[in-house]
């Protein structure tokens, strides 16, 4: 597998996604079997998961909440190219589809599933940090949630880790909220 390095938003939200499907998040396991953590992965062209993929890609989640949630930039880097080079090789300069040259960082071809989940998310965080700063690490602006993300963005406003779940909640809130106060 071949891994872009300057496509960090996908990665990111490959991040964001699993982190997002923790009990901490939802309130229950949202990464229950094999079919979750295809559809998650659905964007990169990766061998089908068993349910031992599925157990290490939880513990996987903790480490990219720890960098998301970590107190500086240097623990944020330590923590995701510990991540990146969990499968990856010395990066390599080949040709995209479009015929430019485009940087990026290899697996080992008898790499884990984990491993390369991993390698996608630790450059794609490195990517973020390198290109947006560690500031686009954030918890959620939801009250209750206790999830974390990577604001990938290009303007870098997003406030909350599932914006249909959480932002759509918060404005069903604001909203009943000033549906009480034209009824006063």
Do not use: K
């Not at 623990?75 to 015929?99: I, K, Y």
């Not at 984990?114 to 973020?128: D, I, N, R, S, T």
């Not at 690490?137 to 939801?142: D, M, N, Y």
């Amino acid at each position: 597998m071949l891994i872009p390095i300057a496509d960090y938003a996908a990665g990111a939200e490959v991040a964001n996604g699993l982190v997002g499907t923790s009990p901490e998040v939802r309130g229950a396991e949202a990464l229950s079997g094999p079919a979750d953590l295809a559809g998650l992965l659905a964007a990169y062209d990766l061998r089908t998961p068993t349910a031992a993929d599925v157990e290490q890609v939880r513990l996987l989640r903790r480490e990219v909440r720890a960098v998301m949630e970590a107190d500086t930039e240097e623990r944020a880097v330590e923590g995701a190219a510990l991540m990146a080079g969990h499968t990856g090789l010395s990066p390599v300069l080949r040709r995209d589809p479009s015929g430019r040259w485009q940087w990026y960082v290899p697996t080992a071809r008898d790499a884990s599933l984990v491993g390369e989940v991993a390698a996608v998310v630790g450059v794609a965080l490195l990517g973020l940090v390198r290109a947006l700063g560690h500031e686009r690490f954030r918890a959620c602006a939801a009250p209750g949630c206790g999830g974390v993300f990577a604001d990938a963005s290009r303007a870098g406003r997003r406030r909350y880790c599932m914006p249909e779940r959480c932002g759509n909640r918060m404005n069903v809130a604001n909203h009943r909220a000033r549906r009480r106060e034209e009824v006063r």
